[in-house]
């Protein structure tokens, strides 16, 4: 029988298996506020928070939020930037047992709807600047509470005011609404300790949204112990401790974000530097006044990193990891941002990863002493993956592609209250543990390497988020022009991909520059901008596949035939 695990000989320094506390994610908070105190837990525009007062600061929040009525088994939507708001609010629901559910904070009102629809919220956090789209959502249960955040809540009174003086301007006044509550008065009125939960560490903590076949969104649930589980595969792996600072530019919604860049960080006792607005000019702002150890992204954000004249000036020798993920990342990104480290005083390696929120994030990368072209690494300690016959449970050899498949302690128990898809998602195979099918090809070497090939579901990577084809198209068929569309990703210098839409019209002779611009904006108003297709072509028909569903693949290779011409 081959051995299940062949690239622990791989592991090095990190430890086959890890002994996973029982805890939920707010008391492994407190057992880190417990043990370093007057550390530092984050930094927010160059304001730090020691653990003692990020602790207080949870605790505090908790009582406020209990007081305008979240209570266990409730849920908060928080629409929230990588600000202390959103970090503070994610464990004091944990606190409360209540049940996070996290959002891009730019979703629009019809995104918004659907979210509070499928989670029942009854309280949302947001920012200051887009409360008005959450104002104008239309939920069939109607808000209690929405708190209101403001980027100045956390910054001292000069730098405030510099704030309110310049980008605060642009922000309106907040509506009339009487379930509005601003955070910092929220806060300061709360007594200093309140209710806690009763929760476990095998209950859920939170709930993330991702795609999938249909036209709107799913909510991936997590629990304390898939967070614990691979916030401390991912610390283990980059031997993170109190010593180390990560650079946290992915977003709180996203699960490497939330997983790593600020749970992990939280659970080993190091600093997270919170970026609330992505630009490779603040990320390169960052390398150079708070020098993390640590820095994780998307290939955009490191072939940006690898072209930024800034940086030419800098000492990038406080970098001991990065790390890439959420799509392909080119050799030619990897070595320029290498030489880029290398040149100004740094010997770390750009290393691929691979993860899916369905895993909380990532659950395997390349190690630290080995390289192997095009891989997407090894599994974590305590995660097992393989690949497999599509549609079955069958083990391939090496060397054959099929579905990759993980089971361990990050797997989701499921989505929200949608049994069907996590009975596909989720399966029993012959060896009695439940495989996670991510729907994504691959192969597997015989040293226990992964290399990803394509995704069996449809689904395009722009700028390292996802994007879901179904949902575009859904809103696609709503403009009263459009008969028919289909949306495809195709390449794109800066995004890696870009979303195309191929529209059939009711009239083709309207035809042309102007409507397409006007379907484009049609998108805007539904939908999340990366989603939204920067092209549009007007086509006469959608080819067919022999089932007769529609053949995107045949739209894409139309495409690239036309790129060549």
Request: net charge neutral; hydrophobic share 40%.
């Amino acid at each position: 029988m081959p051995d299940p695990r062949p690239w622990l000989r791989f592991y090095g320094r990190v430890p086959h298996s890890l002994a996973y506390p029982e805890l939920t994610l707010h008391e492994a908070l407190e057992r880190t506020v417990a043990r370093v105190p007057e550390s530092i837990a984050w930094t927010f525009l160059g304001t730090p928070c020691t653990y003692r007062d990020f602790g207080a600061a949870v605790t505090r929040c908790a009582a406020a939020l209990a007081g305008e009525g979240l209570r266990q088994g409730d849920r908060l939507l928080i629409s929230m930037p990588t600000t202390p708001q959103g970090v503070i609010a994610f464990y004091a629901a944990n606190r409360l047992g209540a049940l996070p559910a996290l959002i891009h904070p730019l979703s629009t009102a019809p995104e918004i709807t659907h979210y509070l629809d499928a989670t029942g919220a009854r309280m949302a956090l947001v920012l200051d600047a887009f409360v008005g789209t959450m104002v104008a959502a239309t939920p069939k249960r109607k808000l209690d509470r929405i708190v209101v955040a403001s980027i100045p809540d956390y910054l001292p009174p000069l730098k405030a005011l510099g704030f309110r003086l310049t980008k605060g301007r642009k922000i309106p006044a907040l509506p009339a609404d009487p379930r509005i509550r601003r955070w910092k008065p929220m806060l300061a009125a709360a007594p200093s300790e309140g209710p806690r939960g009763t929760a476990t560490t095998n209950d859920p903590a939170a709930i993330l949204f991702s795609g999938g076949t249909t036209a709107l969104p799913k909510g991936i649930v997590l629990t304390h112990r898939n967070f614990i589980a691979e916030g401390m595969q991912a610390a283990s792996w980059c031997d993170m401790d109190e010593a180390n600072s990560v650079l946290a530019v992915l977003p709180l919604f996203h699960g490497f974000g939330l997983g790593v860049c600020v749970n992990a960080v939280f659970m080993a006792g190091g600093k997270s530097i919170l970026v609330p607005q992505f630009s490779a000019e603040v990320v390169a702002k960052l390398l150079k006044s708070e020098k993390p150890n640590v820095l994780v992204g998307v290939p955009t954000l490191f072939d940006a990193l690898g072209k930024d004249p800034s940086l030419e000036k800098s000492d990038l020798s406080c970098l001991t990891a990065c790390f890439c993920g959420a799509d392909t990342l080119p050799r030619a990104v990897k070595e320029r941002f290498e030489d880029l480290v290398r040149r100004h005083g740094g010997k770390v390696k750009l290393l691929e990863g691979y993860g899916l929120t369905e895993a909380v994030t990532g659950i395997m990368a390349m190690p630290f002493d080995e390289y192997r072209e095009g891989s997407i690494g090894i599994p974590f300690p305590d995660m097992l993956a393989k690949i497999v016959k599509p549609g079955t449970g069958e083990a391939l050899p090496p060397g054959e592609e099929g579905e990759i498949c993980l089971s361990g302690p990050a797997v989701m128990p499921g989505y929200l209250d949608d049994p069907e898809a996590t009975a596909k998602a989720l399966q029993v195979h012959a060896d009695g543990r439940v495989w996670l099918h991510t729907g994504d090809l691959g192969r597997q070497d015989a040293d226990g390497f992964f290399y990803f090939g394509v995704r069996l579901k449809r689904m395009i990577k722009s700028s390292g988020f996802n994007v879901y084809p179904a949902q575009v198209e859904a809103v696609l068929r709503k403009h009263p022009a459009v008969l028919d569309a289909c949306v495809i990703g195709v390449p794109d210098p800066q995004q890696v991909e870009r979303v195309k839409a191929c529209v059939v019209l009711r009239d083709r002779a309207r035809a042309g520059p102007e409507l397409a611009e006007a379907i484009i904006a049609h998108c805007r108003e539904q939908l999340i901008k990366w989603s939204c297709p920067r092209e549009v072509e007007f086509v006469d028909a959608l080819p067919l596949t022999k089932v007769g569903k529609i053949d995107y693949r045949e739209l894409v290779r139309r495409h690239e035939a036309l790129e060549r011409t």
